[in-house]
Structure formats: structure tokens, C-alpha cells
């Protein structure tokens, strides 16, 4: 018996799809879904007892690896005192001094319990700042789920094939404004027509959501240019690569500062957090202090927080970045190598901790280059991989994600099944 497969079929019967997050059902991908039941360090076990190497890690949150002792005992010990009150704790302002200190743009900040309440809140703050209706997003970036987003999106959006959902109105979507990513000229013409009426524009500042895209040629300092010149809120989406890509997030690696951030995934440690932030004069915008309404029952959870601030905590050691990288470098390196061997048409990359796969000849650097990218392929090696117990996204369009756990153990664990994939191919 099977029982990741029984527990898929039978949840096929309560839950729409199966799932509750839609890239979850491996629909782009084939096969059937693998139920987890426990996870340690950088390993998974499933619901059969086969042990994976998990190069997912929740999508981003598990920088420290599955159960971190430290983490799980931070969480413990605060649940001891209630797991909500609905008011304030100490804990809260302990995270959002942490988030001013790290984050170079964020002078006050905002805690919810996912990146899309963050992202959605912050172009609402956005807007009643500049009084503008207008925003603009870029093509094959994800924002979460918001109506308003929802338009030419990535991640599951773009594994499904319908990068925009049915169900956003007309009248919603009209506002939203899409470029195509890396291209500096689009941007430029943009502003120039429309810049005084644009409230703000978000942007992951590395893409994440299809597959891994880095930004080119100074795009991003030049959308920070016509931001300033034209009065438009920058919000950088660093739901993904905030705590991920440096500790400063991928504005610290650039050097390029927006007037918003928003953030999730690794600040909650694998438990419901997100954040949005930024200059203080907007933040002042919001309700109880201004006429900006936003608000959450749950907010600023006190569990939730306790184990995003032990992961952030942990994540300032010494050197623990340049380890990150330098593990997952080690990682992307080898895998071109063991598919030049082979001869595939393979390459891959990473910032930080996070990497992209691509089965092309040279690194995608826009949406047209990633939907050229050979998915027959990367599905037979998506299942290939799997069938050895090393677990990579089930998508193309998925960046993958290495935890601190990881070591040159499981990276040598992984190119050996690589080897015989490639030579499957
Ligand atoms: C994951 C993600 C989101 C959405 O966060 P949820 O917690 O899934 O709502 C938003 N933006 C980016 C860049 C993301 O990667």
C-alpha cells in the first residue's frame, strides 16, 4: 500500500484539488503529491517512511533546517503562557526593533500572518499615501493572492497556466499595470506616459516566482530613479528573498532602497508571519493613526513570533550567509557539471540561498527566456530526482531553496542521483 496515495485520493474528497495551496498537487508536473509526516534538519520523511533531501524548505521559511532544536523550544516555551491574547506582547517589539535594525528601508513596521495580507496592505498604504489609484507589477511576479495582484502573476499562477485568475473584476484589474521584467526601455516609456498617476510599484527585486530571475543592467536603480522623480511608492517584495538572499535582503545586495518592503516566509521560521514596512511617513498613514484601514485578529501571534525571532536571531551568526551561499553555490555548480557531462542542455544559478534550475543553454533573464526553457525535461528529472529521495520543486517555475542544514554530505548525496538522471535524460 501506498499511503501518500491513499491520503491524496481521499483528500481529493474534502479538499478542492487535494491540496491547499494549489502548486502543492504536482499539476504541472505529473504523479501525485508526497505526504510529509516529519522533518529534520535538511531531511523529510514521508508518510511511507522514504527520506528525502528537501530542497524546498517551505517554500523559503526553513533557512535553519526542519526542527531546529532552538526554535522548537522558543516555541514551546511561549506557548506555555497562552497562544493569543489580541493585544500586544512584548515579543512584537522585540521583532519589529530587530526588522528596523536588519531591513535598510523599514523605519516602522507592521506584523500580519502571510505575505499576501503584506503585500496587499502595503499597496492599500501606498495609495492612501499618494492618493493615486494606479500600480504596476511585472510580468511573472508573485505578490500572493490579492485581487489586485493577481494579474500576469507567477509561481502556481503561472504553473496553472493562467497567470490571472477568473473572479478579479474588471474594475480592479484595470488599475494594475504590467511591464515585462529587465527591460529598462519599457519602464522608462511607462513613466513617462502615466509616472504622476502611478501610486506605486512592487517588484520582487530577485524573482523567485518564476523560477529564479535576477534583475540586469541597473533596472533596479533605475526604477528607483523614476519612483523618486515621479512620486511613486517603490515596494520591494522581499516576502521570498528578505532574510534569504543576505541578511538585509536583496535591497542590502544591491544597494538599491525602497520607500516600502514587504516581507514573510523566513521571518515567521515556518509559522504564519509576514511584515510590511518601510519610511515612517507613510507607516503613519495607517489606522489608529491615520485614515489607512488594516488590521488582523491573529497578527503579531505570539508563537508565530517567538519562532521567526529564534530564526532571525540564529540567522546573525557570523558568516552564516556567506556559508548559505557558498553551500548552495557548491550546489548549482555541480549540477551544470554533471549535465555538461552528459551533455543536456542544462544550467543553474543562485543568490544566497536560493537557486534556480533551468533547462536552457544560458540563465533566462526575462519571462519569454523562462517559458522557453525545455519543462518535458525538467519534468523527467523533476521525477528522477524524486524517485532517489532528493525533493526539488514540483514546477519549473519554482526557485529552490537550501537551509543551513545542508552540508557537502547531502550535496554529494544529490549529484550522485543528479549523475544518473542526467544520464537518464
Ligand atoms: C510567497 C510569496 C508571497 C505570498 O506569501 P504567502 O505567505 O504565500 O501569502 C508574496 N510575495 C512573494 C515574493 C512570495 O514569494
Same mark, same amino acid.
Given at each position: 500500500m501506498n499511503k501518500n496515495h491513499d491520503l491524496f485520493e481521499r483528500?481529493?474528497?474534502?479538499?478542492?484539488?487535494?491540496?491547499?495551496?494549489?502548486?502543492?498537487?504536482?499539476?504541472?508536473?505529473?504523479?501525485?503529491?508526497?505526504?510529509?509526516?516529519?522533518?529534520?534538519?535538511?531531511?523529510?520523511?514521508?508518510?511511507?517512511?522514504?527520506?528525502?533531501?528537501?530542497?524546498?524548505?517551505?517554500?523559503g521559511p526553513m533557512i535553519l533546517g526542519h526542527a531546529h532544536p532552538d526554535v522548537i523550544r522558543a516555541v514551546q516555551e511561549v506557548s506555555e503562557n497562552s497562544l493569543s491574547f489580541g493585544a500586544p506582547t512584548a515579543g512584537e517589539l522585540q521583532m519589529a526593533e530587530l526588522l528596523v535594525k536588519l531591513?535598510?528601508?523599514?523605519?516602522?513596521?507592521?506584523l500580519v500572518s502571510s505575505g499576501t495580507e503584506a503585500t496587499m496592505s502595503a499597496i492599500r498604504v501606498a495609495r492612501g499615501f499618494t492618493g493615486r489609484d494606479k500600480i504596476v507589477k511585472f510580468e511573472g511576479c508573485y505578490h500572493g493572492h490579492a485581487d489586485a495582484l493577481l494579474v500576469k502573476a507567477g509561481s502556481g499562477a503561472l504553473t496553472f497556466g493562467k497567470p490571472s485568475s477568473a473572479g478579479v473584476p474588471e474594475d480592479v484589474a484595470k488599475h494594475t499595470m504590467t511591464l515585462p521584467y529587465n527591460d529598462n526601455e519599457a519602464l522608462e516609456e511607462m513613466f513617462r506616459k502615466v509616472g504622476d498617476r502611478i501610486a506605486c510599484v512592487i517588484i520582487e527585486p530577485v524573482v523567485g516566482n518564476m523560477n529564479l530571475i535576477v534583475p540586469q543592467d541597473d533596472f533596479l536603480k533605475l526604477l528607483r530613479k523614476l519612483c523618486t522623480e515621479f512620486g511613486a511608492v517603490l515596494i520591494f517584495d522581499e516576502v521570498m528573498t528578505g532574510f534569504r538572499v543576505a541578511l538585509g535582503g536583496a535591497q542590502e545586495l544591491f544597494s538599491v532602497i525602497p520607500d516600502m518592503t514587504t516581507l514573510g516566509k523566513v521571518i515567521g521560521g515556518g509559522l504564519p508571519v509576514g511584515a510590511f514596512g518601510g519610511k515612517?511617513?507613510?507607516m503613519q498613514q495607517l489606522a489608529p493613526m491615520g485614515p489607512v484601514y488594516q488590521a488582523g485578529t491573529l497578527s503579531g501571534n505570539p508563537v508565530a513570533v517567538a519562532a521567526g525571532l529564534k530564526t532571525l536571531q540564529l540567522i546573525q551568526a557570523p558568516?552564516?550567509?556567506?556559508?548559505?551561499?557558498?553551500? *548552495?553555490?557548491?550546489?548549482?555548480?555541480?549540477? *551544470?557539471?554533471?549535465?555538461?557531462?552528459?551533455?543536456?542542455?542544462?544550467?543553474?544559478?543562485?543568490?544566497g540561498g536560493m537557486f534556480g534550475l533551468y533547462f536552457s543553454d544560458t540563465p533566462p533573464n526575462t519571462f519569454?527566456?523562462?517559458?522557453?526553457?525545455?519543462?518535458?525535461?525538467?519534468?523527467?528529472?523533476?521525477?528522477?530526482?524524486?524517485a532517489q529521495g532528493v525533493y526539488f520543486g514540483p514546477s519549473a517555475f519554482e526557485a529552490g531553496f537550501v537551509s543551513a542544514s545542508h552540508d557537502s554530505k547531502d550535496i554529494d548525496e544529490t549529484i550522485l542521483a543528479a549523475n544518473y538522471a542526467f544520464k537518464e535524460l
Amino acid at each position: 500500500m501506498n499511503k501518500n496515495h491513499d491520503l491524496f485520493e481521499r483528500s481529493l474528497e474534502f479538499i478542492p484539488g487535494g491540496v491547499n495551496s494549489p502548486v502543492r498537487a504536482f499539476n504541472s508536473v505529473g504523479g501525485k503529491p508526497i505526504f510529509f509526516k516529519k522533518g529534520k534538519g535538511s531531511r523529510l520523511w514521508d508518510e511511507n517512511g522514504k527520506e528525502y533531501i528537501d530542497y524546498i524548505n517551505s517554500w523559503g521559511p526553513m533557512i535553519l533546517g526542519h526542527a531546529h532544536p532552538d526554535v522548537i523550544r522558543a516555541v514551546q516555551e511561549v506557548s506555555e503562557n497562552s497562544l493569543s491574547f489580541g493585544a500586544p506582547t512584548a515579543g512584537e517589539l522585540q521583532m519589529a526593533e530587530l526588522l528596523v535594525k536588519l531591513v535598510p528601508s523599514i523605519e516602522q513596521v507592521r506584523l500580519v500572518s502571510s505575505g499576501t495580507e503584506a503585500t496587499m496592505s502595503a499597496i492599500r498604504v501606498a495609495r492612501g499615501f499618494t492618493g493615486r489609484d494606479k500600480i504596476v507589477k511585472f510580468e511573472g511576479c508573485y505578490h500572493g493572492h490579492a485581487d489586485a495582484l493577481l494579474v500576469k502573476a507567477g509561481s502556481g499562477a503561472l504553473t496553472f497556466g493562467k497567470p490571472s485568475s477568473a473572479g478579479v473584476p474588471e474594475d480592479v484589474a484595470k488599475h494594475t499595470m504590467t511591464l515585462p521584467y529587465n527591460d529598462n526601455e519599457a519602464l522608462e516609456e511607462m513613466f513617462r506616459k502615466v509616472g504622476d498617476r502611478i501610486a506605486c510599484v512592487i517588484i520582487e527585486p530577485v524573482v523567485g516566482n518564476m523560477n529564479l530571475i535576477v534583475p540586469q543592467d541597473d533596472f533596479l536603480k533605475l526604477l528607483r530613479k523614476l519612483c523618486t522623480e515621479f512620486g511613486a511608492v517603490l515596494i520591494f517584495d522581499e516576502v521570498m528573498t528578505g532574510f534569504r538572499v543576505a541578511l538585509g535582503g536583496a535591497q542590502e545586495l544591491f544597494s538599491v532602497i525602497p520607500d516600502m518592503t514587504t516581507l514573510g516566509k523566513v521571518i515567521g521560521g515556518g509559522l504564519p508571519v509576514g511584515a510590511f514596512g518601510g519610511k515612517k511617513e507613510i507607516m503613519q498613514q495607517l489606522a489608529p493613526m491615520g485614515p489607512v484601514y488594516q488590521a488582523g485578529t491573529l497578527s503579531g501571534n505570539p508563537v508565530a513570533v517567538a519562532a521567526g525571532l529564534k530564526t532571525l536571531q540564529l540567522i546573525q551568526a557570523p558568516q552564516f550567509f556567506e556559508k548559505l551561499s557558498s553551500i *548552495t553555490s557548491s550546489l548549482v555548480e555541480r549540477l *551544470t557539471d554533471a549535465a555538461q557531462h552528459e551533455g543536456i542542455n542544462f544550467c543553474a544559478r543562485n543568490v544566497g540561498g536560493m537557486f534556480g534550475l533551468y533547462f536552457s543553454d544560458t540563465p533566462p533573464n526575462t519571462f519569454d527566456e523562462i517559458m522557453a526553457s525545455d519543462r518535458e525535461n525538467f519534468k523527467k528529472f523533476f521525477h528522477l530526482m524524486l524517485a532517489q529521495g532528493v525533493y526539488f520543486g514540483p514546477s519549473a517555475f519554482e526557485a529552490g531553496f537550501v537551509s543551513a542544514s545542508h552540508d557537502s554530505k547531502d550535496i554529494d548525496e544529490t549529484i550522485l542521483a543528479a549523475n544518473y538522471a542526467f544520464k537518464e535524460l
